[in-house]
């Protein structure tokens, strides 16, 4: 292609090269030709748009313009799209344009997508523009020693500006949502106070120093998946047995957790398998164990639904011997750089597997993943996996490159090395620990669960409630529970405040509010907010639940209100996001996307159907937290609320759409019903976006995506 040159307008060297640039110009979405072979005004005008699209200049006025060079010829080869798709962002594709627009002279810099999406190739793209900035020599977009120098001689702080500068926004944005931080750091070439609160809330959730500062270590971890190998860790893991020995040595070296295998295959000869004594060793020593499941786990065929049901009951069973306890994650590994292709065809139905067997021995252990970010994210957001422990040493793995770390991770390992305890030199892996997730477990054969807590504090405020008025027990304990934050003016709008006197009596016997009793999900593994779940209960038994498609105010207390925030979120996003159901189905219900309606929401709400509906049958609520948390009901929930509540697919989808674009049959709840959801939308779209003027099949797709994520989540029960 060099050889040819530029091609534009008037070119007639050969025209089947014509022909070709035509047809790809079709393919790309642009109007190519009216007749091919000829490079004429048509193709002239259509390469010109392309190239605006791109980034790059017209090339010239009328006909003089709309050149294809060597390297537009390329691109024209490739399935890169040049126009935001579907769930991109407009901070991406800004970004994407300029890195096109100023570097594509650049003898080994290739044009890339400007399609708002994060990938691979941006990443690669921004590596290098940080190389020719820097003058790096050599520029091929690894991180490399020459690209740790520039970073180290360019820290980012309030006060500088310039391309780097600007460079270090773009990592940020590709790095976004980071929890806590607002919204939108923006893509500027100065680094101002608002881009140190962004930068402190990236270090706090990636476990580095809180400095608001781009040191050095902040950059790693913007840019590679490793981030700093030789930052500070806490946690490790290896394949070697750890002695009482090691395990005093690895305390003084500054760990507090290290991974270890709970089986191996027949066929191994690593002898990795946690051996007897072993976890007192650790346990002696101050330290904790994450459990590992690593069944070869290096190849796609090691992938299925089948082996990852084996693999489930199989690890309950080493974890039972070995006498961890109720509630402990043990992750299961992806030990190769899976591709999107073969997350869907394997990984995920392997761990829908895993699901599926832990959860038929009762639930006792929580799974969680190891693997790439990519491999994290998915299985964490497709198979409901709730913990991640990152392979982020593994940082040329498609996987581990164009993806931000999930935002439920636990782990995040980043080097490996030999550590030495005096003679005895065995190989290990550094291991960074997110402050608060899953940190392994500190013991062993406990037989308490990790709900007993919380159950204990129920039956105390109960018996309160029941000296205070046992006649409405129940109802008081659930007033408790929610108190105060469901006890405002928002709510006072809708459903009946607490009775102030019992509030008081908990308050004068020294009872903590709810939130201070908050636990982790048997099931799920995840953190239950007993606030927003007793809420919910107190919203059905005051006000009812709805059946099949019709709806009730009480339903508004809980699956109705989060659903209608979340419709508020879409219709915000919807410029970058038509398509209502995929929206739903990447965002809703997830544990490490960062929505109004998580996971743990959905748990909450469902949890709450069943209690509230129970109590307001005449149930006693301490009774039926028992039987949901300690009795395998968290086993069937979203079975049974699909069932009980609307009864068939069709009905939750109909249920949906009037959740959104109906009201209660009685009247005053309507106007209640109706002020409440106008006001939940306009607080997270920002402007009334009315459902009812939204298409019926988009408002319909929207909520199909709600159907199809109740049936995955009750698919994994076996229901």
Not at 310 to 321: F, I, P, Y
Not at 612 to 617: F, N, R, S, Y
Request: hydrophobic share 35%; charged share 20%; with cysteine.
């Amino acid at each position: 292609m060099r050889d040819l040159g530029d091609i534009g307008f008037g070119w007639d060297a050969n025209p089947n090269i014509v022909r070709i640039i035509q047809h790809a110009l079709f393919c790309k979405g642009y109007w190519g030709a009216n007749s091919y072979g000829g490079y004429g005004t048509v193709t002239t005008e259509a390469v010109k748009e392309m190239r605006v699209n791109m980034g790059l200049p017209e090339g010239g006025t009328g006909t003089s313009g709309g050149q294809v060079t060597p390297k537009i010829f390329k691109a024209l080869l490739t399935m890169d799209a040049y126009i935001i798709l579907g769930g991109g962002r407009q901070e991406v594709r800004e970004i994407q344009r300029w890195l096109n627009g100023r570097y594509w002279t650049r003898s080994n810099y290739f044009i890339g997508p400007c399609d708002g999406h994060f990938s691979r190739d941006v990443q690669q793209a921004l590596m290098k523009a940080l190389q020719y900035e820097m003058n790096v020599p050599g520029p091929n977009g690894n991180f490399g020693p020459g690209t740790e120098a520039g970073l180290k001689r360019n820290p980012q702080s309030v006060g500088s500006s310039g391309p780097i500068t600007q460079l270090f926004h773009a990592a940020c944005i590709f790095n976004e949502p980071v929890p806590g931080a607002p919204a939108g750091v923006g893509f500027r070439d100065d680094y101002t106070s608002a881009t140190a609160t962004f930068v402190r809330k990236f270090q706090e959730f990636s476990a580095l120093p809180v400095t608001g500062e781009g040191d050095f270590t902040t950059w790693a971890q913007l840019l590679v998946s490793t981030g700093d190998p030789d930052r500070p860790a806490n946690s490790c893991d290896t394949r070697f047995t750890i002695t009482a020995s090691r395990a005093q040595a690895l305390y003084e070296a500054g760990y507090r957790a290290v991974g270890r295998y709970l089986a191996e295959p027949p066929s191994s000869d690593l002898d990795k398998e946690i051996k007897d004594g072993e976890l007192r060793n650790i346990f002696d020593a101050g330290l904790r164990c994450f459990p590992i499941w690593q069944y070869n786990a290096r190849d796609l065929e090691d992938f299925n639904y089948s082996s990852g049901y084996q693999h489930g009951l199989q690890a309950h069973d080493r974890g039972e011997h070995y006498g961890f306890n109720w509630g402990t994650v043990i992750y299961f590994a992806v030990d190769y750089d899976a591709t999107d292709p073969e997350i869907t065809s394997n990984i995920i139905p392997y761990f829908q597997g895993v699901q599926g067997a832990l959860n038929s021995q009762g639930s006792r252990f929580i799974p969680g993943v190891y693997g790439s970010r990519n491999v994290c994210a998915r299985a964490s957001s497709e198979a409901y996996v709730s913990h991640s422990f990152v392979s982020g040493m593994s940082w040329g793995f498609s996987g581990n490159l164009g993806f931000p770390l999930p935002l439920n991770w636990a782990f995040n390992q980043i080097k490996e090395f030999e550590f030495h305890n005096g003679d005895d030199v065995f190989d290990l892996d550094r291991v960074v620990h997110r402050p608060g997730a899953d940190f392994g477990a500190d013991s062993i054969n406990r037989e308490t669960t990790p709900v007993d807590d919380f159950l204990a504090y129920l039956e105390q405020v109960h018996e309160l409630a029941r000296s205070y008025d046992s006649s409405r027990a129940s109802k008081l304990t659930l007033e408790w529970m929610r108190y105060p934050k469901y006890n405002d003016w928002k709510w006072r709008a809708n459903f009946e405040l607490v009775d102030e006197g019992f509030v008081a009596k908990c308050r004068d016997a020294g009872l903590r509010t709810s939130k201070h009793h908050n636990y982790q999900d048997p099931s799920a593994g995840l953190t239950i907010h007993v606030d927003h779940l007793c809420a919910t209960a107190n919203a059905y038994l005051l006000e009812g639940a709805g059946k099949g498609a019709e709806i009730e105010l009480g339903d508004l207390g809980g699956w109705c209100g989060d659903l209608i925030t979340f419709y508020g979120e879409w219709v915000r996003d919807e410029d970058e996001n038509k398509d209502g159901h995929k929206y739903a189905m990447d965002r809703l219900a997830k544990s490490n996307v960062r929505t109004t309606f998580m996971l743990s929401d959905l748990i909450e709400d469902v949890d709450g159907y069943h209690i509230g509906t129970a109590v307001k049958a005449g149930a006693n609520v301490v009774t039926e937290f028992r039987n949901l948390l300690s009795g395998g009901g968290h086993q069937s929930r979203f079975g049974r609320f699909f069932s009980e509540r609307y009864g068939s697919t069709t009905e939750v989808v109909n249920g949906a759409v009037e959740c959104l674009t109906g009201v209660p049959a009685a009247p005053d709840d309507a106007v209640k019903y109706a002020a409440s959801r106008e006001g939940l939308i306009i607080k997270q779209s920002g402007e009334l976006i009315d459902p009812a003027s939204i298409t019926s099949s988009d408002l319909r797709d929207f909520c199909q995506g709600y159907a199809d994520t109740l049936n995955s989540l009750r698919g994994l029960e076996g229901q």
